[in-house]
């Protein structure tokens, strides 16, 4: 008489702790990026969620799969955004109504405003997601501009300029005034209106191939 066989140990409760693991991983890293920015470590993360490193690494190989994985859905909101204000049926506030949206998701997530405004970090999807954001953002802009509400020397490159000063009131502020930074926020947009008699700016914009040089050289400043 033969022994039957031990039954095989089931699955399915090992795909189910591994997708709970990477759920807690992704929610860690939303909360160390967004604190921290994308200096934060593949370490950092494991031990924001109480798991092993090599855990992290069995789900994302290195860090640039977890940004691709973190960032491609928050840049699709930036889209949504812009598709929104193209929607407004005022073109000005339907500008006003974006700039202010995207700079109160960047004073909220410093790792996507790393992403937004540098090209150090995300691959191919994030690569993808900001170039379909391009023409987006420029009709918003012309929109605004065709109503003869915004200035017609603005150009689309220069709404990461626009961050970027807003970042660093951002990152000055935060400690103090963590809200201060929409009164510098609105004093920069309301140098944005078109009125007769304002001076003409002392240099043109960047061109994207200025912008696309400056997002590869540029590396956000390391935190201590």
Same mark, same amino acid.
């Given at each position: 008489?033969? !022994? ?5 140990? #089931? ?12 759920? !807690?991983?992704?929610?860690?890293? +939303? ?17 924001? %969620? ?10 994302? @190989? ?24 193209? %929607?407004?049926?005022?073109?000005? *506030? ?15 997530? +410093?790792?996507? /405003? ?8 995300? !691959? ?20 605004? *501009?065709?109503?003869? *509400? ?9 709404? #990461?300029?626009?961050? *970027? ?12 005034? #963590? ?13 944005? /209106?078109?009125? @007769?008699? !304002? ?20 590396? #956000?400043?390391?935190?201590?």
């Amino acid at each position: 008489m033969t !022994r039957d066989a031990a039954p095989a140990a #089931p699955a399915r409760p090992l795909r189910r702790d591994a997708e709970l693991n990477r759920r !807690r991983i992704l929610e860690s890293a +939303r909360e160390v990026f967004s604190q921290r920015g994308l200096e934060a470590t593949l370490d950092d993360i494991a031990h924001h %969620a109480g798991v092993g490193v090599g855990t992290v690494y069995r789900r994302f @190989p290195n860090k640039e799969h977890l940004v691709e994985a973190m960032f491609v859905d928050r840049l699709e909101e930036v889209g949504a955004m812009a598709e929104a204000a193209l %929607a407004a049926d005022d073109p000005w *506030q339907g500008f006003l109504d974006f700039a202010w949206k995207t700079v109160e998701l960047h004073s909220s997530d +410093r790792g996507l /405003r790393e992403v937004m405004l540098s090209k150090a970090f995300g !691959r191919e999807r994030v690569a993808e997601v900001k170039n379909r954001l391009v023409p987006l953002i420029t009709e918003v802009v012309e929109r605004a *501009q065709a109503s003869g *509400q915004l200035r017609p020397d603005f150009s689309v490159t220069d709404m #990461p300029m626009l961050h *970027q000063m807003i970042g660093e009131v951002i990152e000055y502020t935060h400690a103090v005034r #963590p809200e201060v930074w929409r009164r510098y926020f609105a004093l920069l947009l309301d140098g944005l /209106r078109a009125e @007769p008699g !304002r001076a003409e700016l002392p240099h043109g914009p960047m061109c994207i191939d200025d912008l696309d040089a400056a997002a590869c050289a540029w590396r #956000p400043p390391r935190h201590g």
